[in-house]
């Protein structure tokens, strides 16, 4: 061979070499964050077979590349987050985090996806700085605020007479804000909120508490609570009888997911979200169907947040063609698209949280059901931040 022929063999050689690298593009490594264990667990794997479904549905595939999972359990334990968050970026190094359902956590997770300028999607935790003085491009939600659905229980409450209102809730970022929500809410329609209770997360001796509602006598209270808590709260405020006197109010989480283990004590409450079990559109007709063959369990709004989590990073990759390095195009388009979610299509604020309806629902039987638009494409203020 001659050294001209030579090099024209290697030359090509190399070509389909790179042609081959081209066509095969690592898989993507989707660090999921979330706690499975405690009383949060349920809601972390619903998050987890949520997001799995979605790209299951795509073959197994976003924009062409393969899903690699990394996973650390967060115990819903602020204190570890920082260390955890750190397992899936520096350990793992992950291209995209997943995570996660406690807010003290997500906080954690927010500050060391900005100093690394990890790409972040939340699937639930709703702390109203991740989309507000921390806000930052390679941060999405794709859940909600704290504010927004205590603000559109407030507004509800408000319209129905509510005067004098009590809240309790855990002492920690999410209560906090879902509380303030509401009150924000309470206020326009002329009601206040005349004492807030609250305990240290996640303990459950809500005895001294009921016993001081008892006495108080306020027109309703307003909870949050979610996961196991949720269950053994609502349980006891049927217990102590109040149920019948002074009407618990709530964002969605009281009653997500917990309805067939709060059984009889949980039938009629009213909550606020922005998701229902029983809303009749075929999307989600045809994601409830898809989850209850693939999980053998009924959706719930954890499920939906963990899909719409996938169908935003499907969103951003598809805008680069998978290329990661393509940062800009990703961040973009993930606050342009419009997501088709089953709980009804919903866009991203500039600050990276959804602007969407949030409903009124009633707990009937096992289901969260519809009853009305409690307000109709709610963006959070998104107070604090500068993009
Ligand atoms: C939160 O910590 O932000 C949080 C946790 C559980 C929920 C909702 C919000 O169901």
Redesign the pocket.
Known sequence: MTPWLKLTTLAALAGMAGLAHAQAKPPLKVGLMLPYTGT?AS?GNMIENGFKLYVQEQGGKLAGREIQYFKVDDE?EPSKGTDNVNKLIKRDQVDVLVGT??????LAMAKAARENNTLLIIP????DAITGPMCAANIVRS??S?WQPGYAMGIVAGQRGIKRAMTITWN????A??VKGFTEGLEKGGGKVVKDLTLPFPNVEFQALLTEIAAQKPDAVYA????GG?VKFVKDYAAAGLNKTIPLYG?G?LT?GTLEAQGSSAQGLLTTLHYADNLDTPRNNAFRKSFALTYKANAD??AVQGYDAAQLLAAGLAAAKGDLDKRDVITAAMRKTVVDSPRGKFSISPAGNPVQDMYLREAKGQNNEFKAVAVKALADPARGCKM
């Open positions: 949060y809601l819903s359902v406690h807010s003290g956590v997500a639930n935790a709703g702390a859940s909600f704290n920690y970022a999410a209560g804000e879902t949050f609570f979610a996961g949720a964002p989480f997500d709004v954890y």
